[in-house]
């Protein structure tokens, strides 16, 4: 079996690529599970360096159709499409967001209907399709009114992937994911940057700035539980999805005080006290145009899960990252 | 004041431009009544012979960006953007419908955001980006669930619209509208043609086919009710609307075997018993996939109507084309 990683670089791709490895063997749309022989890790930068024989690492522009034509072909199962320019760069590059975003999505499943039709596809989409006025808890059957470019192209992608998988092209899977926390590494341009950077930074000694307001609600999955869902997005039979491919993710409601008791729960009051709340007006515009609650009741009823605390995802990261937590999470 | 009009030879595109010729002022995005100096009516085949001086017919290719480039230009204050291939077509013809429907109406958006920014844009979506599990009253924050390749790419439309307008690339204003009955001409490859087929065909005497059970409920809009829509829709100021720019337009909500009764009482019964109920699944599955009632709320509150009830709209149309109805309408 072959598997393509978009993003592969990407602190996502890299954990999905270690668990396929890790799994050995998944499910082809034929329903057989089979071994995977093959993972063509593409990204526009290099993947981390990988030793296992069964990656293919493939540096190239998820914008060039040659590389798409190149990237995907008939031996290729399944697809896991990460790549994406965050929010806040395709809100101040509405070209690079549409090219990257969009164009690039809609490239890849048209290669994957020509070269290799009804082969899966497993794509991240983003709870920044909602917007406007909407109820506490957001329902599955909430309109999508996109405040931002980002979730335009995501809402736009979604509508291609029912579209393409109802008329057989291939075998698609969106998964509305949570903002993912604690991301790895540096700052990115995502409006929700700071949610990984307030747990991240204090715990390595820095200051941290938070530019919303305490009480803001934020929607969270933890990098692990993300991969989890990828993985079983990917198994979930087509017969058990129909034609509902587009999937609110279960996730932890938290404000972002909660988040800030959990650190100091868990990291320290050392900690704790690196973070300042200094409220920048442009980034609350975008994230308090998402919800900060979901139902999640199809996705529950097909098996995907959330975290089960923040503190536990706190001391996961802390773990990942070679510290003690000082409570090994709240249960 | 300068209007550009696509699908202008079209029955609802013709009915429009006279519409804007007699009214004779319409209002630019700066918010001022202003004399149309000139519609430029653009379509793939010559529109109707109008000797109005205003008039410049433009024959072209919407799928070419050189045509798209010549037809909007920093002169252009509104463009009504009508031009699409039908339902059941787009449903046969993939490639065709993603061009025509997504791709040319990109393209305008793209040329308009940079020929002419901040321009009106008024466009016409439709039921079919609604689907799957729906309540029989459709409400405004229903999600959209598109069933047809059509009814995707109308969706896509909508999101790149508002997204568009929020940057202020365009004024733009989608209107979601009901299926328009009674069409003058000949039936066509839209899945919803037998609507006014079975209105129309039995008037001039000649047999109908009903390719759907007669229990069957739909959304209607006659073309007059159509227009009086699409002008409002374009005089309303932005302010009014906001970020909520994709509205569900009211309607009537209304049987076929209702719509064979008004038939009867206001074409008669010869007319009336030149239809025969002739199933067919595949005009069925699309059909049944729409819904038959909205509640329509954003759109009564700022102003859209809907007809009164179905036998004024069949006695419009014998009037229309020169007959005498039995009963003129039931109010």
């Not at 993985?231 to 609110?248: M, S, T």
Request: hydrophobic fraction near 45%.
């Amino acid at each position: 079996m072959k598997i393509v990683v978009t993003g592969a670089a990407g602190f996502l791709g890299q954990r999905l690529i270690a668990a396929l490895l890790d799994r050995g063997e998944m499910t082809t749309a034929d329903g057989v599970l089979s071994a995977i022989t093959q993972i063509v890790a593409f990204d526009r930068i290099a993947p981390q360096h990988c030793v296992d024989p069964r990656v293919l690492p493939k540096i190239g522009d998820i914008a060039e159709a040659a590389a798409i034509a190149d990237l995907i072909d008939s031996d290729t199962d399944s697809v896991f499409h990460l790549a994406a320019i965050v929010s806040g760069e395709a809100e101040r590059d509405f070209d690079l967001g549409m090219r990257i975003n969009l164009d690039a999505t809609r490239a890849i499943m048209e290669r994957m209907r020509n070269a290799t039709p009804g082969a899966k596809l497993v794509m991240t989409s983003s709870v920044a399709v909602f917007g406007g006025q909407m109820p506490a808890t957001v329902p599955d059957d909430l309109v999508w009114r996109p405040q931002s470019s980002y979730g335009t192209q995501k809402a736009i992608n979604d509508l291609l992937l029912a579209d393409y998988s109802r008329r057989g092209y291939l075998d698609g899977r969106s998964l509305r994911m949570p903002t993912i926390v604690v991301r790895p590494g540096k700052p990115n341009a995502a409006a929700s940057s700071f949610a990984s950077g307030i747990i991240r930074e204090p715990l390595a000694g820095i200051e941290a700035r938070c530019p919303v307001d305490l009480a803001t609600l934020l929607w969270l999955m933890s990098p692990d539980q993300a991969v989890r869902n990828l993985l079983h997005g990917h198994e979930l039979p087509a017969e058990a999805l129909g034609r509902d491919r587009v999937i609110n993710m279960p996730g932890l409601s938290v404000t972002v005080s909660e988040m800030l008791q959990a650190l100091r729960q868990v990291g320290g009051a050392t900690a704790a006290e690196k973070v300042t709340v200094d409220r920048d007006p442009a980034i609350e515009a975008i994230v308090n145009s998402w919800p900060g609650n979901f139902d999640a009741t199809q996705a529950r009823g097909l098996g995907f899960t959330a975290d089960p605390d923040f503190p536990s995802i706190v001391a996961a990261f802390m773990r990942e990252t070679g510290r003690m937590p000082t409570v090994t999470g709240a249960r």
